[in-house]
């Protein structure tokens, strides 16, 4: 491939020197830029996941909106869910950048083609649940998600700005309601520790296979769309959670979980990587709940889309006719 320049025509080697260089400065890719075809795919298969899981991941809190116990938690947990439908939106924007067709890559989510974070095929059954999934697994986001706002590919990363804020908060609410309830009865605090039991795990899973079974890392970090590794992030996430467990007054549980004073880490136990590999692969608890559930959605909104094209066309019709 060759592509004209105003110094004239680069040849393939010359472009990728370039984009080479440009990684190799920090500078960031913008959609019209070159750049190699393993990159772009690369790209529009972890944004379109990306995108996939905010979208899914509004379903298992959208499932307590209707038995929120106040108008106050009502409200909060309102906000979360429609700030994650706004991510997922971003998300698909920056991957149409790419060239990609949002109505394809749904289409490939609803047919298994592309996935979407394991995380949210595990079921909420209390309201704890929405407590510990904003201080766990929005926890576990940002952790995953601040490093991308340095990612090399500029609309994910500006997309990633906004969305970190919007995480932060989602954290916040979490870890307040959370707050709420271990101050409350001891049903409330068992409630917690509960949820905390269910969720400390897949919420560890979210930052991937450990790095030795990772294939994308290692080519995701030359690029610099990823800026640490999935073992990297998971470490930091549980530094960073241990205080909070224990400011919770919450047990997490690992038995292996201890301060190593010369690595100046927690140590902490391995997870079930063969629950990870099935829950990726549809068969988690509620991996048929959700594709059935995004597809019934996706099919009910075709009306929207018909009339949405429709009215599109009277207009373009319109205009021609007064041209
Ligand atoms: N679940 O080589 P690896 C959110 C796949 S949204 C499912 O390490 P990579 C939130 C992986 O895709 C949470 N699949 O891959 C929303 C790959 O398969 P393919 C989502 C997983 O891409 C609402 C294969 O396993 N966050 O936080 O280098 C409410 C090998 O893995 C998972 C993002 O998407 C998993 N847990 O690294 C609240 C962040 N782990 O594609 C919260 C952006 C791995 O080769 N994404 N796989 O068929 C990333 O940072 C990276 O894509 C990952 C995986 C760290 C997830």
Same mark, same amino acid.
């Given at each position: 491939?060759?592509?004209?320049?105003?110094?004239?025509?680069?040849?393939?080697?010359?472009?990728?020197? =370039?984009?080479?260089?440009?990684?190799?400065?920090?500078?960031?890719?913008?959609?019209?830029?070159?750049?190699?075809?393993?990159?772009?795919?690369?790209?529009?298969?972890?944004?379109?996941?990306?995108?996939?899981?905010?979208?899914?991941?509004?379903?298992?809190?959208?499932?307590?909106?209707?038995?929120?116990?106040?108008?106050?938690?009502?409200?909060?947990?309102?906000?979360?869910?429609?700030?994650?439908?706004?991510?997922?939106?971003?998300?698909?924007?920056?991957?149409?950048?790419?060239?990609?067709?949002?109505?394809?890559?749904?289409?490939?989510?609803?047919?298994?083609?592309?996935?979407?974070?394991?995380? %949210?095929?595990?079921?909420?059954? /209390? %309201?704890?649940d929405?407590?510990?999934?904003g201080?766990? &697994?929005?926890?576990?986001?940002?952790?995953?998600?601040v490093?991308?706002?340095?990612?090399?590919?500029?609309?994910?990363?500006?997309?990633m700005?906004?969305?970190?804020?919007?995480?932060?908060?989602?954290?916040?609410?979490?870890?307040?309601?959370?707050?709420?309830? &271990?101050?409350?009865?001891?049903?409330?605090?068992?409630?917690?520790?509960?949820?905390?039991?269910?969720?400390?795990?897949?919420?560890?899973?979210?930052?991937?296979p450990?790095?030795?079974?990772?294939?994308?890392?290692?080519?995701?970090?030359?690029?610099?769309?990823? @800026?640490? /590794?999935?073992?990297?992030? @998971?470490?930091? %996430?549980?530094?960073?959670?241990?205080?909070?467990?224990?400011?919770?007054?919450?047990?997490?549980?690992?038995?292996?979980?201890r301060?190593?004073?010369?690595?100046? =880490?927690?140590?902490?136990?391995?997870?079930?990587?063969s629950?990870?590999?099935?829950?990726?692969?549809?068969?988690?608890?509620?991996?048929?709940?959700?594709?059935?559930?995004?597809?019934?959605?996706?099919?009910?909104?075709?009306? &929207?889309?018909?009339?949405?094209?429709?009215?599109?066309?009277?207009?373009?019709?319109?205009?021609? &006719?007064?041209?």
């Amino acid at each position: 491939m060759t592509m004209t320049t105003t110094a004239g025509r680069l040849d393939d080697a010359e472009l990728q020197r =370039h984009f080479d260089d440009r990684i190799t400065h920090d500078q960031r890719i913008e959609p019209r830029d070159w750049m190699p075809e393993g990159y772009r795919r690369t790209l529009v298969r972890q944004i379109a996941q990306h995108a996939h899981s905010e979208i899914i991941g509004m379903q298992p809190e959208g499932n307590w909106l209707g038995r929120a116990p106040s108008l106050r938690r009502k409200a909060i947990l309102l906000a979360k869910v429609q700030d994650e439908a706004g991510h997922g939106l971003y998300l698909y924007s920056a991957a149409e950048t790419l060239g990609a067709d949002r109505a394809e890559l749904t289409d490939k989510l609803i047919t298994r083609q592309q996935k979407y974070s394991s995380i %949210f095929n595990y079921p909420t059954l /209390t %309201f704890a649940d929405i407590g510990v999934i904003g201080w766990l &697994v929005d926890g576990a986001a940002i952790c995953n998600q601040v490093p991308l706002c340095r990612s090399s590919f500029g609309p994910y990363a500006r997309a990633m700005v906004r969305i970190c804020k919007e995480e932060s908060f989602h954290q916040r609410q979490g870890y307040e309601l959370l707050m709420t309830m &271990v101050r409350g009865t001891a049903e409330q605090r068992e409630m917690v520790q509960d949820a905390t039991n269910r969720w400390w795990w897949p919420s560890l899973m979210m930052f991937g296979p450990p790095d030795g079974d990772s294939p994308n890392t290692q080519q995701s970090m030359a690029w610099r769309i990823k @800026r640490h /590794t999935n073992d990297e992030l @998971r470490q930091r %996430f549980v530094d960073m959670t241990v205080p909070q467990a224990e400011a919770l007054g919450v047990t997490l549980p690992d038995p292996a979980l201890r301060w190593n004073q010369e690595r100046e =880490h927690y140590d902490f136990g391995e997870p079930d990587w063969s629950e990870l590999k099935r829950v990726i692969s549809g068969d988690g608890p509620c991996n048929a709940e959700r594709l059935a559930r995004r597809r019934a959605a996706h099919e009910e909104g075709q009306w &929207v889309r018909d009339a949405a094209a429709a009215h599109a066309a009277k207009r373009a019709a319109r205009e021609e &006719v007064m041209r």
